[in-house]
């Protein structure tokens, strides 16, 4: 994997230009401790980079090397934090302050973040784990179980699993590939007991959103409502979804290809190779062009990759002297398939990725936003792909429109009432997930 020259740049100038002379006095600036953030934010980065497996070392550092200096910055930060008199400052370093501590709390409780102890999907079996270490332990079970799923004599990820669902002709090989899940789902929810993993991650959950309130919460605000506002609109999506199809039931595992003739048709147009092409082509034409902007994929299978695509910063954007130096992002996603639905995926990570680049703030804000938001903005170039006019421009072959759409809104709809799913367990976590997702897909 390459990295860009740019980036190690701005990694060496990060060093030199974050290093406080040792005469600085007691009452450091809001300033001070801004630069101490980012590059502390810069070494969480770098971790989480060869953490993820996309890179050995990264700017001549190796994991240990780089740990060692994700805890000398943190303890910077935080001393230069301590030093902040509140009274001192104004609103805006207030607003700074806070958008800060923040952030740190976030990176904190991430079951992802970089440097913090690894869990295996065998610690989800522990009773003594806090609600964070529980949850990467059960992140754990999706790279153990998720990148080895068992089908057709071999073994393959979960997102080419979803992938293959759209387009596979043999409806007994469907049924297969869903049954190839069974260890995953087995790991994360045991055979439904009251106290597996999954349910006691929930409760969890649900407590830690009483205290401090949930991402569902989260949304909500970020829109001007209340969650009961958004079941409302949950639920009316799905029924208009339920009203506007057969009332016959389907078979999970007939579920994709039941809506994915789009899939089917473009599928020889989309191969795994022509996956970033046409997204690079794609995102240059609408002005933001992925090679000039730095970004970093790692798209190649792994087994100990993550079977989950993401995007995430690299480094943070700062100001050198007089000069801006942008964020630079990286892309982790595994396509071996290719198709419409990793098209889809793949773009939408991207979309990411462009808003990663584009975030020009001073530095106690250079994070990402609220998560509505950021997905949102992500998906309006993702679901260009469905577009009959885009397939044409990018593919050179369309699908007609009524199958395009439902291919997308198939997908949409799993969210929707993934979602609904969520809302209910976090409300009364008592509640039974296999009877509460049971009840959603057959009402809807």
Not at 95 to 112: G, I, K, Y
Not at 165 to 183: C, I, K, N, S
Not at 292 to 303: I, Y
Not at 364 to 378: K, Q, Y
Request: glycine share 6%; aromatic share 8%.
């Amino acid at each position: 994997m390459q990295i860009p020259g740019r980036a190690l740049v701005l990694l060496a100038l990060g060093a030199v230009f974050s290093t406080a002379p040792a005469d600085t006095p007691p009452q450091v600036t809001v300033a001070t401790a801004e630069t101490a953030f980012l590059d502390y934010l810069d070494a969480v980065g770098a971790v989480g980079f060869i953490e993820s497996g996309g890179a050995k070392s990264f700017g001549g550092r190796d994991l240990a090397a780089w740990t060692m200096r994700l805890d000398a910055q943190r303890e910077q930060f935080d001393a230069a934090m301590s030093r902040i008199e509140p009274g001192t400052i104004d609103d805006a370093d207030r607003d700074a302050v806070a958008s800060m501590r923040r952030s740190v709390t976030d990176l904190a409780a991430d079951d992802t973040t970089a440097g913090v102890p690894l869990r295996t999907c065998a610690d989800a079996q522990r009773r003594d784990l806090d609600y964070s270490s529980l949850r990467a332990a059960l992140v754990s079970c999706y790279v153990e179980h998720g990148n080895r799923l068992r089908y057709d004599g071999g073994t393959i990820d979960r997102g080419t699993a979803l992938q293959l669902l759209h387009v596979v002709e043999d409806r007994a090989r469907r049924q297969a590939l869903f049954a190839a899940f069974v260890p995953l789902w087995t790991a994360l929810d045991g055979r439904g007991e009251a106290d597996s993993p999954y349910r006691r991650m929930i409760a969890m959950a649900a407590a830690d959103a009483r205290r401090n309130g949930s991402q569902i919460d989260a949304a909500a605000r970020a829109i001007g409502v209340d969650a009961t506002t958004v079941e409302h609109w949950l639920v009316q999506v799905l029924e208009a979804w339920r009203d506007s199809n057969p009332a016959d039931p389907i078979e999970p595992w007939d579920f994709r290809y039941s809506n994915g003739a789009a899939n089917r048709e473009l599928q020889a147009r989309i191969p795994a190779a022509a996956l970033l092409p046409v997204n690079q082509r794609f995102y240059r034409d609408l002005g933001a062009d992925l090679t000039q902007l730095g970004v970093v994929f790692d798209l190649e299978p792994r087994p100990d990759k993550s079977p989950l695509a993401y995007s995430d910063f690299l480094l943070r954007g700062r100001m050198v002297q007089t000069q801006w130096h942008r964020p630079i992002a990286r892309v982790l996603g595994t396509y071996p398939a290719g198709g419409l639905f990793s098209l889809n995926e793949l773009v939408h990570e991207n979309g990411h990725a462009v808003h990663v680049s584009a975030i020009h703030t001073r530095p106690a804000f250079m994070d990402w936003p609220d998560t509505l938001f950021t997905e949102a903005f992500a998906d309006v170039p993702s679901w260009s792909v469905h577009e009959p006019a885009w397939q044409q421009r990018y593919l050179g072959a369309a699908v007609g429109e009524a199958a395009s759409m439902r291919a997308l809104f198939a997908n949409v709809i799993l969210d929707v009432a993934w979602s609904l799913f969520e809302l209910r367990l976090l409300r009364d976590p008592a509640l039974d997930p296999n009877a509460v997702w049971t009840d959603i897909t057959h009402e809807y």
